[in-house]
């Protein structure tokens, strides 16, 4: 007698295979494409191209704090969510804001062309300000173009929304990746032979590689769910809702630039006492950021109290949305969740902003980089993020969660073998499809599962608290990673950047085993 389980079973792989090329699943390929452009012109292209300019490695690190905004994007993810655009608007909530972001991408990449960081100081610090706008513009878009992905499809289709999603972001970084290095080498920059025009040229051409971006957005219609959620209230609780947030921001600058001099003290006094600069700048930063946005917090609640905001506003663009969270699973599961949404990517995120600084260290060539680690890993990521997806509709989200959690951990393993083996192509393939197809598989199910948690009422805002979260303690540990490396030695900060991830191992535990549901 025929068995006829496997047929069924072959059946349902293959629908939810089908659902790949569902219209929504596709517009989010080219969508995470746009998302995934920016990020490496911040990160590892803009690290080696300071580095062929002479700029030393802690300062290269430093750059990764330019993508702090990614981190932050729940402060004004509200102000996406509620703010009218006056004349792009038209587009629809989403696309209007959407579109609004790209053109600002543009913009910023097109600034970092036109500062060769090589001439001055001036010039450098002028190079950190458009990475910084451009931190700014690419974590708004990551807002908009999360809650059009959660609003647009139904809850059963969001794990192959998030593979696609990733698909399209690991292209994206591909063509910002490896595309700016191959390109900037045909151009004739490379270590030791530093040429401005080639990065202006290349970054020039990642900034019309946003187009595909500003096409799709055009072309996609605004999910039905974000037009009836428009709150209907005057221009001018908008306007003054603006100001103030601008107000909060100037008074965080403001702090940041008067508390230099008394910083920098700090930081050599105390990383003589102990013995260790890293260290000792690592504390002192880790104080003056939350007492900045504390005193900055301060200034926009006088303003409410002052009655200079809606505070109908204020509650349902920043109170309700929380509020929301913590009533639907409790105080105690909240709090377990964030944790676990905190330090979930810390092990791989903080090895990844020094990757390319350790690689080039090692003897590898741009070409060898381009290549392997973003041309191949780009393969392997890809095929991660699908599995991922599948997996999490077949098993659950949990234990793919934990399953991509511990292999994004052990593959740190293999970067210490790398660091005392050295230049070794064969092994450096081995590395990255290990890392790669577990970073992928990971990403997928980490996207879904923080889609599970977020409410449709709140999406931009709640699932903007949660992936900003998620990069926060990571990139600012990141940003400390060439020091780190200073202090340590590669190979010891490889076996570091495997510990933080046994934490996480055990937050997942706890959290399937109070979470009512852990699978999709």
Same mark, same amino acid.
């Given at each position: 007698?025929?068995?006829?389980?496997?047929?069924?079973?072959?059946?349902?792989?293959?629908?939810?295979?089908?659902?790949?090329?569902?219209?929504?699943?596709?517009?989010?390929?080219?969508?995470?494409?746009?998302?995934?452009?920016?990020?490496?012109?911040?990160?590892?292209?803009?690290?080696?191209?300071?580095?062929?300019?002479?700029?030393?490695?802690?300062?290269?690190?430093?750059?990764?704090?330019?993508?702090?905004?990614?981190?932050?994007?729940?402060?004004?993810?509200?102000?996406?969510?509620?703010?009218?655009?006056?004349?792009?608007?038209?587009?629809?909530?989403?696309?209007?804001?959407?579109?609004?972001?790209?053109?600002?991408?543009?913009?910023?990449?097109?600034?970092?062309?036109?500062?060769?960081?090589?001439?001055?100081?001036?010039?450098?610090?002028?190079?950190?300000?458009?990475?910084?706008?451009?931190?700014?513009?690419?974590?708004?878009?990551?807002? &908009?173009?999360?809650?059009?992905?959660?609003?647009?499809?139904?809850?059963?289709?969001?794990?192959?929304?998030?593979?696609?999603?990733?698909?399209?972001?690991?292209?994206?970084?591909?063509?910002?990746?490896?595309?700016?290095?191959?390109?900037?080498?045909?151009?004739?920059?490379?270590?030791?032979?530093?040429?401005?025009?080639?990065?202006?040229?290349?970054?020039?051409?990642?900034?019309?590689?946003?187009?595909?971006?500003?096409?799709?957005?055009?072309?996609?219609?605004?999910?039905?769910?974000?037009?009836?959620?428009?709150?209907?209230?005057? =221009?001018?609780?908008?306007?003054?809702?603006?100001?103030?947030?601008?107000?909060?921001?100037?008074?965080?600058?403001?702090?940041?630039?008067?508390?230099?001099?008394?910083?920098?003290?700090?930081?050599?006094?105390?990383?003589?006492?102990?013995?260790? =600069?890293?260290?000792?700048?690592?504390?002192?930063?880790?104080?003056?950021?939350?007492?900045?946005?504390?005193?900055?917090?301060?200034?926009? =609640?006088?303003?409410?109290?002052?009655?200079?905001?809606?505070?109908?506003?204020?509650?349902?663009?920043?109170?309700?949305?929380?509020?929301?969270?913590?009533?639907?699973?409790?105080?105690?599961?909240?709090?377990?969740?964030?944790?676990?949404?905190?330090?979930?990517?810390?092990?791989?995120?903080?090895?990844?902003?020094?990757?390319?600084?350790?690689?080039?260290?090692?003897?590898?060539?741009?070409?060898?980089?381009?290549?392997?680690?973003?041309?191949?890993?780009?393969?392997?990521?890809?095929?991660?993020?699908?599995?991922?997806?599948?997996?999490?509709?077949?098993?659950?989200?949990?234990?793919?969660?934990?399953?991509?959690?511990?292999?994004?951990?052990?593959?740190?393993?293999?970067?210490?073998?790398?660091?005392?083996?050295?230049?070794?192509?064969?092994?450096?393939?081995?590395?990255?499809?290990?890392?790669?197809?577990?970073?992928?598989?990971?990403?997928?199910?980490?996207?879904?599962?923080?889609?599970?948690?977020?409410? &449709?009422?709140?999406?931009?805002?709640?699932?903007?608290?949660?992936?900003?979260?998620?990069?926060?303690?990571?990139?600012?540990?990141?940003?400390?990673?060439?020091?780190?490396?200073?202090?340590?030695?590669?190979?010891?900060?490889?076996?570091?950047?495997?510990?933080?991830?046994?934490? &996480?191992?055990?937050?997942?535990?706890?959290?399937?085993?109070?979470?009512?549901?852990?699978?999709?």
């Amino acid at each position: 007698m025929p068995d006829i389980a496997h047929p069924a079973e072959d059946r349902r792989w293959r629908d939810t295979a089908r659902l790949f090329i569902h219209p929504r699943v596709i517009s989010m390929l080219f969508l995470g494409f746009s998302a995934g452009v920016p990020i490496l012109l911040i990160f590892s292209s803009l690290g080696l191209w300071l580095r062929e300019a002479g700029v030393d490695r802690a300062t290269v690190t430093f750059f990764s704090w330019a993508a702090l905004g990614y981190s932050f994007k729940f402060v004004w993810a509200p102000l996406v969510d509620q703010l009218p655009l006056p004349m792009l608007g038209r587009l629809g909530r989403r696309r209007g804001w959407l579109l609004l972001s790209q053109l600002m991408v543009i913009g910023a990449i097109v600034a970092m062309a036109l500062t060769d960081p090589a001439t001055s100081d001036t010039s450098l610090t002028l190079m950190a300000l458009a990475a910084v706008l451009l931190g700014f513009s690419s974590a708004t878009q990551d807002v &908009v173009i999360d809650a059009y992905r959660i609003e647009s499809a139904p809850t059963d289709l969001q794990a192959l929304m998030s593979s696609a999603y990733i698909a399209g972001y690991r292209i994206g970084m591909l063509a910002a990746g490896a595309g700016a290095l191959y390109l900037a080498s045909e151009l004739g920059s490379e270590k030791g032979q530093y040429l401005y025009e080639a990065w202006r040229w290349t970054y020039l051409c990642m900034a019309g590689l946003m187009l595909v971006g500003v096409a799709t957005t055009l072309l996609i219609t605004e999910p039905t769910r974000a037009d009836t959620q428009t709150p209907a209230l005057p =221009a001018h609780d908008y306007a003054r809702f603006l100001g103030v947030f601008v107000l909060c921001v100037s008074v965080l600058v403001a702090g940041y630039a008067l508390s230099g001099p008394l910083v920098e003290a700090a930081k050599g006094s105390l990383g003589s006492q102990l013995n260790n =600069a890293a260290l000792g700048a690592f504390l002192v930063e880790t104080i003056r950021l939350p007492l900045l946005l504390g005193v900055a917090a301060s200034v926009g =609640a006088a303003a409410i109290r002052a009655g200079l905001v809606n505070r109908r506003l204020v509650v349902t663009a920043y109170i309700a949305p929380m509020q929301d969270f913590f009533t639907r699973y409790g105080l105690k599961v909240a709090c377990l969740l964030l944790g676990l949404i905190a330090l979930y990517r810390v092990s791989d995120i903080v090895l990844g902003v020094i990757a390319n600084v350790f690689f080039q260290d090692l003897g590898f060539s741009k070409a060898e980089i381009a290549t392997i680690v973003k041309t191949f890993g780009l393969l392997m990521t890809i095929v991660g993020g699908f599995l991922g997806g599948i997996l999490c509709m077949r098993v659950g989200v949990m234990r793919v969660l934990l399953l991509g959690a511990m292999l994004s951990a052990a593959t740190n393993l293999l970067f210490l073998w790398l660091a005392t083996v050295g230049h070794n192509v064969p092994l450096l393939y081995l590395i990255i499809s290990a890392d790669n197809l577990s970073a992928g598989l990971a990403s997928a199910a980490f996207v879904a599962f923080l889609s599970s948690l977020t409410n &449709v009422s709140f999406t931009a805002v709640q699932y903007a608290l949660f992936s900003s979260l998620m990069t926060l303690l990571p990139k600012v540990l990141g940003g400390y990673s060439g020091s780190m490396v200073d202090s340590l030695g590669y190979p010891l900060f490889f076996l570091v950047t495997t510990l933080l991830g046994i934490p &996480v191992l055990v937050l997942i535990l706890f959290a399937s085993r109070h979470l009512k549901t852990a699978s999709p």
